[in-house]
């Protein structure tokens, strides 16, 4: 599996691009909304968002980019910041992170495997890097979907998803 650098910069750009338009979605929305239970897998608004953002940091740790993994396990991932605004803080030095790993990364090191604990699993496992790569970004853009959905439930401006329409770099 081929997997290249400018792949994971359009990725890492397109993901900040998302997140950048969620924080403008909820900013004002009360803790109740984004706490509420919508019957998704994670159940509410700011759960999910939660659940990315630890994921996020559990990859970067994974590819050496963070030095400690997140508190907790998968259980505890909703909980990792206890409002919106404090998500759409962390959330921004995250994308940094991933953004200044994106910059920085060469294709080759995105080929060979990873070795990695899962917790999922509760072992060791070994998988190719690109597929561990590609995981992470499609990770966010399935539960980013799960988000959208609650926002229009929630009668807030859902973001534009689609990346052809993703604002061009500023030159």
Known sequence: MMLTADYVRLMA??????NAQITRAIDGASLRLLTEDHGAFFGSILGTLNHILWADRMWLHRFGVEQSRPEGGIEQATTLTPTGAAWSAERFTVDGRISAWAGRVHSIDL????????????????????ACVIHMFNHQTHHRGQVHAMLTRAGLLAPVTDIPL????AK
């Open 166 to 169: 993703m604002p061009e770099e």
């Open 111 to 130: 080929t060979g495997d990873l070795t990695f604990y899962s917790g999922v699993t509760g072992a060791e496992i070994t998988r190719p890097m690109a």
């Open 13 to 18: 750009r397109y993901n900040a691009w998302q």
